[in-house]
């Protein structure tokens, strides 16, 4: 495969702000007489030079560490009367592989971390260095995760520095390429695997095959499980999942065989997992990004786009639940988001919502799609649905459903019809054929454009006409209980089969009702 050619620009073009930036901090080093180099590193360096802006400003020191300089920084600003903002510093933790403490502050608006270059010495044993010396910017610049990522630039000097002599020509080439030995890097710190993933997904960069042997190995991948920390994976995932080309960042994670321990399972439970459950679950998340591009996403939000694609994602064990510690059964995917990613809590909640309303949408979707009366599968409903009359009880139905996922509707329609009328497999031939796209495209938007039409796209927003008092009232109760339970889904019932019905009439409804009911009996 060749790699693409990519527009690299000779030199850094600074915008007005971080000139003014720049500025202060070589007023810092003249005003404290100090001899130290500035250099920005890494990711703003590599966007700066293929043109895109970049707000994220690391700067590497080369004779002090970054809270001394700071201090430095706002002494100076105090002797200007400006004031600096934000001041933080975050420890190193080497057991999860940060190496360096990091001081912050905030410099018209922007974040700037400082650092200082580093040379490690390694124990025998172990890759967490045992002594930590200042650096000289080579020897820093091979101490970072790719060749693309380890360029500097000089703010003393204005200008690039290239010190492995690969990076801008790894950049032109569009070449994800480490520094050392990918396998050194990696076991160094683990996650650049992942960062390895993300960047070359980003780019459309081609993952050098050395480096592609290396994190496929079973040291990198113990390594990865044992020394990072989950929420460092989580947050390299939802990056991957948040950005322009989410399908090849898990396309790689699969390619490398990471999958089950960047998504890892509870161990000590016996799972039954369909067939290949990992290429499976990266073919649902193929379908659903390609749909989502062929619908145009302008009607999802980034939130609904972000959570759509984890649905699909997951949905291949959407059914498969462990016991906890307690014994009560945990969705699988609760335990994925919560444990394997520490991602928040609302996120998980959210795709299970979506998984367990797939299952009754799929049901809906013949009559919503084709506006037919025919026989609806009312289960979980109860009595609710024994006074509506049939040609109301598509509204009533979809108007549960759609209560249950409010905003995420669409996302539940859009997994919905990926598995419609029947799941994908895996013996189809890897992605979704385009036909079978345009097909899902015209469901997708024929059940959007009937629940439009039923005037239910903000039914969880709409109010209950009758309060649990006024039903507490004709059935003379003293206390609430199941019978309020169960009127409320009834009177709930009554409302979306009658959208123009007033409270009044709704209560006379439930007297009338309640009043046959008692003959009745």
Not at 293 to 300: E, F, R, T
Not at 374 to 389: F, K, Q, R, T, Y
Not at 439 to 462: D, R, T
Request: hydrophobic content about 40%; some cysteine; proline content about 4%.
């Amino acid at each position: 495969m060749n790699s693409p050619v990519v527009q690299v620009k000779q030199k850094i073009d600074l915008t007005e702000k971080e000139k003014i930036i720049f500025e202060r901090l070589l007023a810092t080093v003249r005003h404290s007489g100090l001899s130290t180099q500035l250099r920005v590193a890494g990711g703003w360096v590599r966007d700066k030079l293929l043109g895109k802006e970049c707000h994220d400003i690391d700067i590497a020191l080369d004779d002090m560490l970054g809270s001394t300089f700071v201090d430095k920084v706002t002494q100076y600003l105090a002797s200007t009367g400006e004031e600096a903002q934000g001041l933080a510093v975050i420890p190193s933790n080497p057991d999860q592989s940060k190496h360096l403490e990091t001081a912050r502050m905030r410099l018209y608006d922007i974040w700037i971390d400082f650092v200082n270059l580093r040379s490690e010495k390694y124990s025998e044993n172990s890759r967490i260095p045992n002594q930590m010396d200042f650096g000289t910017a080579e020897e820093d610049a091979y101490r970072r995760d790719l060749t693309i990522n380890s360029m500097f630039y000089n703010i003393n000097t204005s200008s690039v520095e290239d010190l492995t002599g690969r990076g801008i020509d790894d950049l032109r080439s569009g070449k994800i390429v480490t520094p050392l030995a990918p396998k050194e890097t990696f076991l160094d710190d683990p996650l650049r695997v992942l960062r390895a993933v993300r960047f070359g997904a980003r780019f459309s960069f081609t993952l050098d095959e050395e480096l592609k042997r290396a994190a496929a190995s079973n040291d990198v991948k113990d390594a990865l499980a044992a020394k990072i920390s989950r929420e460092r994976i989580g947050t390299e995932v939802d990056l991957m999942v948040s950005g322009d080309e989410p399908v090849k960042a898990i396309a790689y994670i699969y390619e490398l065989q990471l999958f089950w321990v960047v998504f890892g399972l509870p161990h000590e439970h016996e799972l039954t997992l369909p067939q290949e459950c990992d290429r499976l679950c990266l073919t649902y998340m193929d379908a659903a990004w390609s749909l989502l591009q062929l619908i145009g996403s302008l009607s999802l939000t980034d939130e609904q786009r972000r959570l759509s694609l984890y649905a699909a994602l997951f949905f291949p064990f959407r059914t498969i639940t462990y016991k906890d510690n307690k014994g009560k059964k945990i969705p699988i995917v609760k335990y994925v988001f919560r444990n394997s990613l520490k991602r928040k809590a609302s996120d998980a909640e959210t795709v299970v919502g979506v998984h367990s309303a797939v299952a009754r949408l799929l049901s809906l979707i013949p009559f919503l799609e084709s506006n037919v009366d025919g026989e609806l599968n009312e289960d979980g409903m109860g009595s609710a649905l024994v006074h509506i009359p049939a040609s109301s009880k598509l509204r009533v139905l979809t108007g549960f459903l759609l209560r249950e996922v409010k905003d995420f509707w669409q996302v539940a329609l859009l997994i919905s019809v990926l598995a419609y009328p029947s799941p994908i497999g895996c013996s189809e031939d890897a992605m979704l054929k385009h036909n079978e796209l345009d097909k899902s495209k015209e469901v997708f938007q024929a059940v959007e454009n009937a629940i439009l039409k039923l005037g239910l796209e903000k039914i969880w927003e709409v109010k209950p006409l009758v309060t649990g008092k006024d039903i507490m009232n004709i059935l003379q109760l003293k206390c609430g209980g199941p019978s309020v339970k169960e009127w409320q889904q009834k009177l709930l019932a009554w409302q979306l089969a009658n959208p123009a019905g007033t409270a009044d009439e709704c209560l006379e409804w439930m007297r009338q009702t309640h009043l046959k009911r008692i003959k009745m009996e």
